[in-house]
């Protein structure tokens, strides 16, 4: 079983709030990322960590923004949820020492914007 | 940049037949093929992987072949069961701390 954790599972917002997206891993992992995934089933990397203070963008652009002060915590940020951002997000962490490194992933965060 | 190709996108198979499932990956540095397993409302979880020097690899009912000259690798699930139903997704990597490149996933329903 994973120890990888993301609340809130579900959250309906109207549009314009701010939202944040809670990710935590007690499995000590380096990496961490965030994936958004589209009714037609695909995930689309949008955000990963290598480690404390690092941050990158991945291959789908998103207006989220995501932070990593603490190893275990990785939260992504909307300043202004639109309906185009309904969508269930992902977290996932891995061991960077591992090749290839299994990915745990948590149950996810469906969002939807009104 | 990595280009992972999956198919078939649905695949409905009689409960105890075998289910098969193709991808076909683009840059050669690749050399980690794991499978993920996605049931309904949850995260997808790592069923079972395969490393570029391994042409095959077999966990009970599932198995992973791996064609390096062709690029392609092939879940095969044996004598499938209704709790086989999910999204199934392929992905390959490079190696170290590099990142996941996904297949556009298979849903995947056994019959009863």
């Known amino acids: 079983e994973a120890d990888i954790y993301q609340t809130p599972r579900y959250l309906v917002i109207g549009t314009g709030k701010k939202i944040t997206l809670e990710c935590s891993q007690t499995m000590g992992h380096d990496k961490m990322y965030w994936y958004q995934q589209d009714p037609g089933m695909e995930l689309h990397l949008i955000h990963y960590?290598?480690?404390?203070?690092?941050?990158e963008k991945g291959d789908l652009s998103s207006e989220s923004t995501v932070s990593r002060i603490r190893t275990e915590h990785f939260p992504l940020t909307l300043e202004s949820a639109r309906p185009s951002h309904t969508s269930q997000y992902l977290c996932?962490?891995?061991?960077?020492?591992?090749?290839?490194?299994?990915?745990?992933f948590g149950e996810g965060s469906r969002l939807t914007v009104l | 940049g990595e280009n992972v190709e999956q198919h078939p996108s649905t695949l409905s198979v009689q409960e105890g037949d075998s289910a098969v499932i193709k991808c076909t990956y683009s840059?050669?540095?690749?050399?980690?093929f794991p499978w993920y397993k996605q049931e309904l409302g949850k995260g997808p979880q790592l069923i079972i992987d395969i490393r570029s020097n391994v042409g095959e690899k077999k966990d009970q009912r599932i198995a992973v072949t791996l064609n390096k000259t062709a690029k392609h690798f092939s879940l095969h699930i044996t004598e499938t069961q209704p709790e086989d139903s999910a999204v199934y997704f392929c992905?390959?990597?490079?190696?170290?701390?590099?990142?996941?490149?996904f297949g556009p996933g298979t849903r995947l329903s056994v019959l009863p």
């Open positions: 840059d050669s540095a690749s050399n980690y």
């Open positions: 960590s290598y480690g404390v203070n690092s941050t």
């Open positions: 992905a390959a990597s490079s190696g170290y701390g590099q990142n996941f490149v």
């Open positions: 996932a962490s891995s061991g960077l020492a591992e090749p290839g490194g299994e990915l745990f």
